[in-house]
């Protein structure tokens, strides 16, 4: 399943279930074939998804010290180098969403 996301002020924005899944749950939105993020919700869904990243960022160097530790071991330091993470997924959402705060338009999916 892919989620739609459209809106009147920016073009439509396609993500894979997965990352489309995890961005609603984040938003605190059901990950529903349809739905929608009202204006009044963006700045909301913009705090949410930035608590995300922080959180995220923190683990990922937690994670890269301890892999760090072991490539060295293994003398692999590239062993993780393809991974795409949640910062890399979500741009192209959080600039749909800034926007679209900015020009109080609300964003819709799946219609």
């Not at 910062?87 to 679209?100: A, T």
Request: aromatic share 4%.
């Amino acid at each position: 399943m892919l989620y739609k996301f459209k809106s009147k002020t920016t073009g439509d924005l396609i993500l894979l279930e997965p990352a489309g899944r995890r961005v609603l749950e984040i938003i605190g939105k059901a990950p529903q074939e349809k739905g929608i993020i009202l204006a009044a919700q963006i700045p909301a869904a913009l705090t949410a998804l930035e608590a995300a990243l922080v959180r995220e960022d923190a683990l990922d160097k937690q994670v890269k010290a301890e892999e760090g530790r072991e490539a060295e071991e293994r003398d692999d330091a590239n062993a993780n180098a393809d991974a795409v993470t949640l910062r890399q997924r979500v741009k192209p959402f959080v600039d749909m969403l800034r926007r679209c705060d900015d020009a109080g338009v609300d964003v819709v999916w799946g219609v």
